[in-house]
Nanobody
Framework: QVTLVESGGGSVQAGGSLRLSCAVSGLYGSYSMAWFRQASGKEREEVANIDSVGYTRYARSVKDRFIISKDNAQNILYLQMNSLKSEDTGVYIC???????????WGQGIQVTVSS
């Protein structure tokens, strides 16, 4: 059974930083991962993506502020979020799968609230 468990969310003031973690279990071999964000009243959007060889891509709204990384030995995905803005508020969800454009496994999500 595959499980993805996010941690590290919370409340922070604008301009601050947070680091999210996503612990993966039950998934083996090469796979891609990503962080998605769901803001209230908006569609879910991909924030950052890292494929099986470490190639990364970011949404334009977070580029140069967020950094996605993966610890392959520990099977943990990270999202370092810097210079946070109120529009970064939402539920952050990690995802994993073989196809970086069609993820099969999803976490439950974790709330991030940025106050201005």
């Amino acid at each position: 059974q595959v499980t993805l468990v996010e941690s590290g969310g919370g409340s922070v003031q604008a301009g601050g930083s947070l680091r999210l973690s996503c612990a993966v279990s039950g998934l083996y071999g090469s796979y891609s991962m990503a962080w998605f964000r769901q803001a209230s009243g908006k569609e879910r959007e991909e924030v950052a993506n890292i494929d099986s060889v470490g190639y990364t891509r970011y949404a334009r709204s977070v580029k140069d502020r967020f950094i996605i990384s993966k610890d392959n030995a520990q099977n943990i995905l990270y999202l370092q979020m810097n210079s946070l803005k109120s529009e970064d508020t939402g539920v952050y969800i990690c995802a994993a799968g073989v196809d970086p454009d069609n993820f099969e496994e999803w976490g439950q999500g974790i709330q991030v609230t940025v106050s201005s």
